[in-house]
């Protein structure tokens, strides 16, 4: 069983930036293939980004790509959203994922663990 706790949500203003944080318990948190996604009201749980396991292989949704970094320290079981240059569409509610493989996954029925996500909101 993994835990997975996200920080890092808040409000800010169009133009800003945010770091996520999702800190995972465990002791296998380095073959754990990790991703995040994000919810606004009313829509569907969507794909933000993923990264792989151990070689740190990323993967973008079009909408973020450029504007966003994901990372991950397995020494310390966390990942990481970096987000820039904030747009108001961005504004969701943002979940980690994670489960066990060795390639990335864009899917919310790939993973087997969740967070309970941080909200995040950019005021124009």
């Known amino acids: 069983q993994v835990q997975l706790v996200e920080s890092g949500g808040g409000l800010v203003q169009a133009g800003g930036s945010l770091k996520l944080s999702c800190a995972a318990s465990g002791r296998t948190f380095s073959s754990y293939a990790m991703g995040w996604f994000r919810q606004a009201p009313g829509k569907e749980r969507d794909f933000v980004a993923a990264i792989t396991s151990s070689d740190g292989i990323t993967y973008y949704a079009q909408s973020v790509k450029g504007r966003s970094t994901i990372s991950r320290d397995n020494a310390k079981n966390t990942v990481y959203l970096q987000m820039n240059s904030l747009k108001p569409e961005d504004t969701a509610v943002y979940y980690c994922?994670?489960?066990?493989?060795?390639?990335?996954?864009?899917?919310?029925?790939?993973?087997?663990?969740w967070g309970q996500g941080t909200q995040v909101t950019v005021s124009s």
């Open positions: 994922a994670g489960r066990r493989g060795s390639s990335y996954y864009v899917s919310t029925y790939e993973y087997d663990y």
